[in-house]
């Protein structure tokens, strides 16, 4: 006999449908699979024959071939364990394939045939809607996270036996509810929430004031300054004015973590701008995504959020060269034999680090590091990635007991974020219809465009321009950076102080460039 059940598999972050199709017929006894399966697919075969075994059903001395449909594409993972094992059930005729019709069916198989967790049923649920489907059937464990999808019933199960009683119409149907979840409603709870609030910092209103116009623009921030200044304590609080994240940007993001397998029955999905943090020890394959088994990195898992590295200048030379990709095309590629897998990687990239060696730069009752030395430390970031980092602000010197200390309190992080809001909703508007949504974004023919300066600021830049000797990437970085204040403060037209402050957070090539 032969059975037909619709199942998925990962490429990249988005799944796709696969067909699992089931023959038992006479001929010598023997269980063959199709279709290119990856390793642990082709291991399904054993996880599926114990599991059958030990909740009483014996494989029939046939010979069973599995194919999984479509046949050039490599099927991955271990969630095709359960749709195989219901597609033998099935061409058993031990269940009716009609019940079967427009589920999609996704789970490991324990040996003693409970579902086990799967990556990606995320993307997964989201195919099954786009496909038309109405049931999805998962472990128990990842009900939630594919329950956050409109219009798709997604049933947990614990047991391949509970599903089998489901299936024949047995049991108790209680047992078998649709769960629902309201994204939107999830989100709006979680935006109140915040585990750091620009509240706890006291003083660097320098560095707090740089972290507010980068997120407004969404600019890359860099902070320089000496230890314990609160670069780490100001960039931790950076999420916490971002806008909150939307739904479809949740999703988004969700899917990202859904398929690295980081999403669990506590946290089933992501409501809050990523915040990744990694240490200048990482490999260049963990930072940018890839390996045998191509999963997404760290730059993915910062999409839509912040990408914040600490001790920047630490970072080994290639690591630092991988960024550049992403942050022109905000996306990476990762090639394997096999295929070519893109991997979303928009963050706002915000990185901190000693001015130099001592890190003391420029107090000079401290660091006596020679100009020369103070180039060579920074000389690592500056090809790939100084080029794209509009916003520098150098932190002043302070005891962390200060930044912590008493005094009034400080401005919180929701009053920010209100701001910030502002900020955005006015780039929105500018840039609709356009590929760009911030100020960041854009090209030299759009900062023209849009960056528009009252006559005494046009005098002022021409000054400023000969006096510093920018370059023209410098010269168009402050005038995004400008659009940005003057977006802040509500203005149409740049003036001369919102020049004036765009001028103080350049990079300064004359030192670091
Ligand atoms: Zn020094």
Known sequence: MYSVVLSSAPYGIESFLVRVEVDVSSGLPGFDMVGMPGGEVKEAKERVRVALKNIGIALPPQKITVNLSPANLRKKGTALDLPIAVGILAAMEEIEEEK???????????LNANLESVNGVLPSVILAKDKGLK?????????????????????????????????????????????????????????????????????????????????????????????????????????????????????????????SGLLSDE???????????????????????????????VISLSHRGVLFLDEAAHFSKAAIEILRQPMEDKKIEVSRTYGTFIYPAD????????????????????CRCSPAEIKRYMSKLS????????????????????????GPPSEDSASIRRRISLAREIQKKRFRGKEIDFNAQMNAKEVEEYCILEPAAKTYMQRAYEALGLSARGYHKILKVARTIADLDGKEIIDNRHLAEAIGLRIREDIYG
């Open 135 to 259: 049931k999805c059937i998962v472990p128990a464990c990842n009900a939630k996270e594919g329950a956050v999808v409109d219009g798709v019933d997604v049933i947990g199960i614990e047991n391949l036996k509970e599903l089998i009683d489901y299936l024949k119409g047995e049991g108790n149907p209680g047992d078998f509810k649709a769960l629902h979840i309201s994204l939107k409603k999830l989100l709006k709870e979680e935006s109140v929430k915040s585990e750091y609030d620009f509240a706890d910092v006291k003083g660097q209103e320098g560095l707090k004031r740089g972290a507010e116009i980068a997120a407004a623009g969404f600019h890359h921030f860099m902070m320089i300054g000496p230890p314990g200044a609160g670069k780490t304590m100001i960039a931790k609080r950076i999420p916490s004015i971002l806008p909150p994240l939307g739904e479809r940007e949740s999703l988004e993001v969700s899917k990202i973590y859904s398929i």
């Open 267 to 297: 946290r089933p999905i992501i409501l809050k701008r990523p915040f990744c943090n990694p240490h200048h020890t990482i490999t260049e394959q963990a930072l940018s995504g890839g390996g045998n088994h191509p999963k997404p990195g």
């Open 100 to 110: 079967l019709r427009g589920i999609l069916f996704l789970g490991e198989l324990g």
């Open 347 to 366: 963050f706002m990239l915000v990185l901190a680090t000693n001015p130099c060696p001592c890190g003391y730069y420029p107090d000079r009752n401290k």
């Open 383 to 406: 090809g790939p990635i100084m080029d794209r980092i509009d916003i520098s602000v150098t932190a002043q010197s302070m005891k962390l007991k200060e930044l912590e200390g008493g």
